[in-house]
């Protein structure tokens, strides 16, 4: 080991838990996401019943992300993982615009959470490789999401199905937590 | 400099003793492999039957005589043999034949040998066949465009709410036989039409227990909380789980089971002849009523602790699947096979 790996490693002190919340809609892509930051295949992937959780090492930090179901009749379950929550991810299906308003909505009752006031967001404008895709500053748009005032947002087109733009968001996620944490 | 002098003997002393371990290990290796080729000649002799006879003689059929047969065959130094395991289903005959003048097995002294033999190299075909039939359709993902899968979905819904009619193909009373919203289409995800499949067996062969097992999903988990409290709370009724994507969701555990060859033994044992896709789609049936039966028995809080309870039931059903005489159908026991296998 040389030692400049060494002086890097005592610089970032290792496995700083992350805890992050990946919330959206049914459908969204939120465990294929999961899948695919934790390397796991993702063609076997069915609707999530309740929740899933993954822990993935990234520049230095421990990231625990919970994949919380987005069907409608468990959305009310959403807020009993909102506590110490360091990171919201929200994902959307950038193709299903028929939904977009009710994504909105449930967006905008998730930034109203008074546990997650404060909370840095990031929004995945998630399957880019359709055709039919929305561009994501049209999503930003409709989500009204430059009024957002109280926290600082991201919002991050990708593919969670071919991996594209998932790094940067990412990225973003790390950088947004250190940037909390000083 | 004397840095790296003192490395390299270090690590020329610990390659001393990895060579020799290897060295070993490989003497112990052939030794065993010699003594074994030994006992097998030898009880040869002695019985006058050859490896797959004795296994033919001492096991009845079913997976225990055919798990056995199979993993001799891959383990045989004869290429036919090794072959056979991976032989077309028309060419057993052939093949069984091959293997009796290899063995220089008299035909009309062990009538029975080739008999129980082909119901192995059958079996073990069919089970083959069977993980590409299944990953087919789990590979092909449901298409609105197509009448046939269409078609497939209406009925489904037919058998599971007889009584009412659907107001559209897009509607929320999809939410009724648990699916997440108002078009199912997205549901299938991974699964593909296998799952679409198995709901639509389940909902027509298996009629009465997947009615029982859709209403009791349907009903509130919290019988403690009260009215009011349960209204404030804006829960949706049924909080026991949503039948049709548990369904997908089950599709996918047996689908599991099948890929790791862990239903060998139910289907080796349900199976005389060619395990086909009828016997997945009822193993399916199976693996509901029993989830729905686990589900009740651990009481769990709600939808939340799904995935612990689905863990701990695979878990289970794997283990019931490493005995040999193990069969997830009721209907199907390994002493009926007997009967139909003789």
Avoid at chain 1, 36 to 58: C, M, R, Y
Avoid at chain 2, 27 to 46: A, N, Q, S
Avoid at chain 2, 268 to 282: D, G, H
Avoid at chain 2, 286 to 302: G, K, S, T
């Amino acid at each position: 080991m040389g030692l400049l790996s060494i002086l890097r490693k005592l610089k970032s002190t290792p496995d700083q838990e992350v805890r992050i919340l990946l919330l959206g809609l049914d459908n969204g892509g939120k465990t294929t996401l999961l899948k695919q930051l934790a390397s796991e295949d993702i063609t076997h992937i069915t609707p999530t019943q309740g929740f899933n959780i993954k822990s993935v090492q990234s520049q230095g930090f421990k990231l625990n992300v919970w994949d919380i179901g987005g069907q409608r009749k468990i959305r009310p379950y959403w807020r009993n993982y909102f506590e110490n929550t360091d990171v919201l991810i929200y994902v959307i299906d950038s193709a299903d615009r028929k939904r977009f308003e009710e994504t909105g909505q449930e967006l905008a009752e998730l930034l109203d959470e008074e546990k997650l006031s404060g909370v840095p967001v990031l929004v995945f404008a998630n399957k880019q490789d359709l055709l039919t895709a929305a561009p994501a500053s049209e999503i930003a748009e409709g989500l009204n999401l430059h009024t957002i005032r109280d926290r600082v947002w991201q919002i991050q087109s990708c593919s969670a199905l071919t991996g594209e733009g998932v790094q940067d968001g990412m990225n973003w996620v790390c950088k947004s937590v250190n940037a909390k944490r000083k | 400099m004397p840095m790296g002098r003192r490395v390299y003997p270090v690590s020329s002393n610990s390659q001393q003793p990895d060579s020799n371990r290897v060295l070993t290990q490989l003497l112990v290796f052939l030794y065993c492999k010699c003594l074994w080729r030994g006992l097998k000649f030898v009880i040869r002799k002695v019985t006058g039957r050859c490896e797959l006879q004795r296994i033919c003689y001492n096991n009845k059929p079913g997976a225990r005589r055919t798990l056995k047969i199979e993993s001799s065959l891959k383990c045989s130094k004869h290429e036919l043999l090794q072959s056979a395991v991976s032989v077309h289903p028309d060419s057993v005959e052939k093949t069984i034949d091959d293997i009796m003048s290899l063995k220089k097995i008299n035909l009309d002294t062990n009538p029975q040998l080739g008999i129980s033999l082909q119901a192995c190299l059958l079996q073990i075909a069919g089970y083959r066949n069977l993980v590409v039939e299944v990953e087919k359709l789990r590979r092909e993902p449901y298409d609105c465009e197509n009448p046939a899968h269409e078609e497939m979905l209406m009925k489904l819904w037919k058998e599971l709410r007889p009584d009412s009619p659907l107001s559209g193909r897009i509607s929320k009373q999809w939410c009724e036989i648990g699916f997440q919203g108002n078009d199912p289409k997205t549901d299938f995800r991974g699964m593909g039409l296998l799952g679409l499949h198995n709901l639509l067996y389940f909902a027509e062969h298996d009629k009465a227990t997947a009615l029982q097992v859709l209403h009791d999903s349907l009903q509130p988990k919290h019988s403690k909380m009260s009215k009011a409290e349960w209204d404030k709370k804006k829960f949706d009724k049924a909080i026991g789980y949503s039948f049709a994507i548990v369904g997908i969701n089950i599709t996918d555990l047996a689908y599991s089971l099948l890929v790791s060859g862990a239903l060998k033994t139910h289907l080796y044992n349900v199976a005389p002849e060619m395990p086909s896709l009828v016997n997945f789609q009822q193993t399916f049936c199976y693996l509901m009523q029993e989830f729905h039966r686990f589900w009740i028995e651990e009481d769990p809080c709600d939808i939340m602790e799904f995935n612990r309870v689905r863990t701990k039931f695979y878990k289970r059903v794997l283990k019931q699947l490493k005995n040999p005489d193990m069969a997830l159908c009721p209907h199907f026991t390994a002493s009926d096979l007997h009967l139909v296998n003789l």
